[in-house]
């Protein structure tokens, strides 16, 4: 490729990142780990396209170009492994949502950006183990050229490996942006090592990124910032299309519950203890249901889960797990308050075609009468 189709196509990928960055403010959240390893990437891709366009200012030898060759080519292999390095981080929380264990990973990752900086540096002055620019200002392969390539495909590999192995705890949204991210950068990576002079590896980065913003900014639209599952307005849509798809042989079930004197933990303990409450309700109720299943906050207190469970007993079962989840987590005596729910839940009955507002008043109906029920009891 020659320079003039190398800054069209950089300076096309560096647009685009601009784009993203000026509605991913909308979006990003920087005290949230993964937003800030999305932001970092973003920048330093923008950054490696640059310093990408520099390195092939080369077969001139005037002083200024091969001043500029030598600051490409050696910024492009200094920050080569920062990219799938971070691409890892950030996989493996969006995987485990784990931030402690996470942060595992930096020892390892920084120690490799280390000793390859370190080579690199010590490569300019014996030889040029990855690369030399001759007196041509002509840049030439060194011996180690693939090895930065062959760790990075590594890299990239484990990110994909891990996504695999977990896809089940993965939205199908959220596997598809993490699986596709390796797919454009490795096929140019191979492209490269095969031809020489093809510079695409960077621009198919931005193609990935681009997927990944997508499903940040679809997470940002219908994900409860506080639990980190589904919000109303994600609600509202998924049980429009699970009415919808309703049929006699296909049907489906719904819990709405709230938290039992939610208003004096607050008002007791703080707000930030009812906050700690509402994940801990959030995280009980992920523990009793499948990955597949559908939860989200219906607002304030109150949760919605939505199940493919077509007949009551089974339903009966879920809600008796829940309940034992409960007397669990409230014999453990670790919390400075109890958490109790009000339930109403009941199956889809295709044959009265309610819509999903009609619904959803159903549970409502059937959880005040159980909170009632509760309070006779003296259990709430």
Same mark, same amino acid.
């Given at each position: 490729?020659?320079?003039?189709?190398?800054?069209?196509?950089?300076?096309?990928?560096?647009?685009?990142?601009?784009?993203?960055?000026?509605?991913?403010?909308?979006?990003?959240?920087?005290?949230?780990?993964?937003?800030? *390893?999305?932001? &970092?990437?973003?920048? /330093? $891709?923008?950054? =490696? #396209?640059? %310093?990408?366009?520099?390195?092939? !200012?080369?077969?001139?030898?005037?002083?200024?170009?091969?001043?500029?060759?030598?600051?490409?080519?050696?910024?492009?292999?200094?920050?080569?492994?920062?990219?799938?390095?971070?691409?890892?981080?950030?996989?493996?929380?969006?995987?485990?949502?784990?931030?402690?264990?996470?942060?595992?990973?930096?020892?390892?990752?920084?120690?490799?950006?280390?000793?390859?900086?370190?080579?690199?540096?010590?490569?300019?002055?014996?030889?040029?183990?990855?690369?030399?620019?001759?007196?041509?200002?002509?840049?030439?392969?060194?011996? *180690?050229?693939? &090895?930065?390539?062959? /760790? $990075?495909?590594? =890299? #990239?590999? %484990?990110?994909?490996?891990?996504? !695999?192995?977990?896809?089940?705890?993965?939205?199908?949204?959220?596997?598809?942006?993490?699986?596709?991210?390796?797919?454009?950068?490795?096929?140019?990576?191979?492209?490269?090592?095969?031809?020489?002079?093809?510079?695409?590896?960077?621009?198919?980065?931005?193609?990935?990124?681009?997927?990944?913003?997508?499903?940040?900014?679809?997470?940002?639209?219908?994900?409860?910032?506080?639990?980190?599952?589904?919000?109303?307005?994600?609600?509202?849509?998924?049980?429009?299309?699970?009415?919808?798809?309703?049929?006699?042989?296909?049907?489906?079930?719904?819990?709405?519950?709230?938290?039992?004197?939610?208003?004096?933990?607050?008002?007791?303990?703080?707000?930030?203890?009812?906050?700690?409450?509402?994940?801990?309700?959030?995280?009980?109720?992920?523990?009793?249901?499948?990955?597949?299943?559908?939860?989200?906050?219906?607002?304030?207190?109150?949760?919605?889960?939505?199940?493919?469970?077509?007949?009551?007993?089974?339903?009966?079962?879920?809600?008796?797990?829940?309940?034992?989840?409960?007397?669990?987590?409230?014999?453990?005596?670790?919390?400075?308050?109890?958490?109790?729910?009000?339930?109403?839940?009941?199956?889809?009955?295709?044959?009265?075609?309610?819509?999903?507002?009609?619904?959803?008043?159903?549970?409502?109906?059937?959880?005040?009468?159980?909170?009632?029920?509760?309070?006779?009891?003296?259990?709430?």
């Amino acid at each position: 490729m020659g320079l003039e189709s190398i800054i069209i196509l950089n300076t096309f990928a560096i647009a685009i990142i601009l784009i993203i960055r000026c509605h991913a403010l909308k979006f990003l959240d920087k005290s949230f780990l993964p937003d800030r *390893l999305y932001w &970092v990437i973003l920048h /330093v $891709t923008a950054l =490696l #396209l640059v %310093v990408d366009i520099l390195s092939r !200012i080369d077969g001139n030898a005037a002083d200024v170009h091969r001043i500029f060759n030598h600051i490409g080519n050696f910024a492009i292999f200094l920050l080569g492994p920062v990219l799938p390095s971070i691409w890892v981080v950030y996989v493996h929380f969006q995987v485990f949502c784990d931030e402690r264990r996470t942060r595992r990973l930096y020892g390892p990752l920084l120690a490799y950006n280390l000793i390859h900086a370190v080579m690199l540096v010590i490569s300019q002055f014996y030889g040029g183990w990855f690369y030399r620019i001759d007196a041509e200002n002509v840049y030439h392969r060194g011996p *180690l050229f693939l &090895v930065p390539a062959f /760790v $990075t495909i590594i =890299l #990239l590999m %484990v990110a994909f490996v891990i996504t !695999i192995a977990n896809r089940k705890s993965l939205g199908k949204k959220r596997f598809f942006s993490l699986v596709f991210f390796a797919v454009p950068p490795t096929v140019s990576i191979l492209l490269q090592i095969a031809v020489y002079g093809i510079s695409i590896m960077l621009s198919s980065v931005v193609l990935s990124l681009l997927i990944v913003f997508l499903n940040i900014q679809d997470h940002s639209l219908f994900t409860d910032h506080l639990t980190g599952v589904n919000n109303r307005k994600k609600l509202d849509v998924y049980l429009k299309e699970k009415v919808s798809s309703s049929t006699k042989e296909k049907s489906f079930s719904a819990i709405l519950l709230d938290i039992n004197n939610f208003k004096k933990i607050n008002d007791t303990y703080g707000h930030d203890i009812g906050d700690s409450a509402l994940v801990a309700a959030t995280k009980l109720l992920k523990s009793c249901i499948r990955a597949s299943d559908f939860i989200a906050r219906y607002g304030g207190d109150e949760f919605c889960v939505i199940l493919d469970i077509a007949n009551e007993s089974d339903l009966e079962a879920l809600v008796c797990r829940i309940n034992s989840c409960l007397e669990s987590y409230n014999a453990s005596g670790s919390h400075l308050y109890e958490l109790k729910f009000s339930m109403g839940y009941a199956v889809y009955d295709y044959r009265t075609q309610l819509s999903a507002e009609a619904f959803l008043k159903q549970l409502d109906v059937l959880m005040y009468e159980n909170k009632q029920v509760l309070k006779c009891k003296g259990t709430t």
